[in-house]
């Protein structure tokens, strides 16, 4: 089943996350099921927004982040973050 998740990252910067995002590419069987990604800006942060194909990949993604976070001076503790599970979806033209 897939799983919608949200993360709130407050504090971070667009800049950050580049970088951060940069360095994840590099190994990018990291990402495996994901069916999308989306970073929003915000006022005091950056929104995370993510559609898994499950629960156990939402997992290893992000057992496998953290250290790369760190790595580029992303530590402490995010935001909020809440999973859903999707009922549906569907990807245009796909």
Same mark, same amino acid.
């Given at each position: ?6 993360? &709130? ?35 005091? %942060? ?7 194909? &499950? ?10 982040? =953290? ?8 530590? %402490?503790?995010?935001?909020? &973050?809440?999973?859903? &599970? ?6 245009? %033209? =796909?």
């Amino acid at each position: 089943m897939a799983i919608f998740m949200h993360v &709130s990252l407050p504090g971070v910067t667009t800049e950050q996350y580049d970088t951060l995002n940069a360095k994840l590419q590099e190994t990018p069987e990291v990402f495996d099921g994901c069916i999308a990604h989306v970073c929003v800006p915000g006022s005091d %942060g950056l929104d995370i927004y993510d559609l898994w194909e &499950s629960e156990r990949h939402a997992q290893a993604f992000s057992e496998k982040v =953290a250290p790369v976070a760190e790595s580029v001076g992303l530590t %402490g503790p995010g935001g909020d &973050s809440a999973s859903y &599970s999707a009922h549906n979806y569907w990807i245009p %033209g =796909a």
